[in-house]
């Protein structure tokens, strides 16, 4: 394993922002994971583990030894007539993971294509889209503890998965680095086609009884055609997380603001979609020099080139608090923010 010091960033992360990590370990597997833990402890900087980059904000020098992880293996575990288990490497690509388990009738995973990102990172914040969430599928999440290089198991229990959050987020925040994420999948077509986004896809291809493969084709249309190509428009999805509220003040508040949508979650909340509130205070399409909102997904902050983290970090900050006054409702950001 070779660690690399001051190290540019700026291709590590889909917002393309400017920042360097003071040391980057890429490694192989877990005997190389136990030594860039201890060199990092030898000079007491804290371990940073970095997947593709989907869903941070980078800003400026990070003190710290950034871990990205390149190891592969997709391995079956345990299988039945129903269900098989599958043990992912954490640095495994995840849209390719979906692709492949379609093709090889393992069933579930379609709702989740195209997202960008690693397995390893997926547990995170509990991927989700199209009404399908990672958490119905993760059986065990294996990782080593960063202080002490022990092996760490949880179940999908113990990983307290929630809406775009988990453990990792907190009790176990940065405290490891997931190595590998068994998945149990179905060997039975398993189609959820009810969001209303992909139901419209479906009806109108004229597919009314959907296959999985439908599925996945539908998601993968509809995201290619909704959604800016970090490649091209550099930027890390959803910027804000959609805010829940008691559905007494949900209610109130649509009330107030007819068109408003509220979508039940959970008990006793109400789910409003950010992308809405954000819009309605005139924000898609907005631009500021290097940053702006896109002009088709107000929940999406580009980098159009030169911009770098305090830029983007800034422009939510106005954006959250233009919600904030119009419609008393506070926005959280999604991505995590490193640096500053
Ligand atoms: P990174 O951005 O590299 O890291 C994210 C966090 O996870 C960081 O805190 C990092 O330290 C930590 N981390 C990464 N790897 C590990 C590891 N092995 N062990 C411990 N911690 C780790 N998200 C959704 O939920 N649904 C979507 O539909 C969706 N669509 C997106 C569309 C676009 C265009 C983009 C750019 C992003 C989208 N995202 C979506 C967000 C993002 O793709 C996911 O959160 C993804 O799981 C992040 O993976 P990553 O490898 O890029 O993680
Ligand atoms: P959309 O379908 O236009 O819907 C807008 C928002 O309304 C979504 O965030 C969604 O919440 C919510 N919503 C819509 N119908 C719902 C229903 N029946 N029940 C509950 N909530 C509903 O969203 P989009 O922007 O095109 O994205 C489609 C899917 O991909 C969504 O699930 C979204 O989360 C996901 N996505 C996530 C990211 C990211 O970076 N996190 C980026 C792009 C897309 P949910 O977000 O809870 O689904």
């Known amino acids: 394993m070779r660690i690399l010091c001051a190290e540019s960033l700026r291709d590590r992360n889909t917002l393309a922002l400017p920042a360097t990590a003071e040391a980057l370990a890429v490694v192989h597997g877990e005997e190389d994971l136990r030594e860039a833990f201890a060199w990092a402890a030898a000079r007491q900087l804290p371990v940073l583990p970095l ?8 800003s400026g020098n990070l003190k710290a030894l950034v871990v990205c992880l390149a190891t592969t293996g997709r391995e079956i575990l345990r299988q039945g007539d129903e269900s098989i ?11 390719p993971l979906v692709e492949w388990c379609l093709e090889q009738g393992y069933f579930g ?8 990102g690693t397995v390893g990172a997926a547990p995170i914040q509990n991927i989700g889209a199209y009404g399908v969430e990672l958490q119905s599928f993760v059986e065990r999440v294996h990782a080593l503890r960063i202080d002490t290089g022990e092996p760490l ?8 998965f929630a809406y775009r959050d988990s453990v990792f987020k907190h009790r176990l925040r940065d405290a ?8 149990r999948l179905s060997r039975q077509p398993d189609v959820r086609a009810d969001y209303p986004t992909l139901a419209r896809a479906l009806d109108q291809s004229g597919i009314g009884a959907p296959t999985p493969r439908d599925v996945f084709d539908a998601v993968v249309d509809i995201r290619s055609s909704r959604l800016p190509d970090p490649a091209r428009e550099p930027n ?16 109130e508040l649509a009330g107030r603001f007819p068109g408003l949508p509220l979508y039940p979650h959970g008990s006793g909340e109400a789910k409003l979609p950010a992308g809405w509130l954000i819009e309605h205070c005139g924000w898609k399409g907005y631009r500021d020099g290097a940053v702006g909102v896109h002009p088709q997904h107000a929940l999406v902050i580009v980098n159009y080139g030169g911009g ?7 422009l939510a900050e106005r954006i ?21």
């Open 308 to 314: 770098d983290g305090k830029a983007v970090l800034a």
């Open 320 to 340: 959250a608090d233009s919600v904030s006054e119009r419609f008393a409702v506070a926005l959280e950001i999604e991505p995590r923010v490193y640096g500053g």
């Open 153 to 160: 198991v949880l179940s999908g229990q113990d990983c307290e």
């Open 85 to 95: 288990v599958l043990g992912v490497a954490a640095g495994e690509a995840w849209h």
């Open 176 to 183: 490891l680095i997931i190595t590998r994420v068994d998945l």
């Open 51 to 58: 997947g593709s980059g989907s869903n941070v904000v980078l």
């Open 109 to 116: 995973l379609e709702n989740l294509a195209l997202i960008p």
């Open 236 to 251: 890390a999805g959803s910027f804000f997380k959609n805010p829940r509220l008691p559905i007494a003040a949900a209610q």
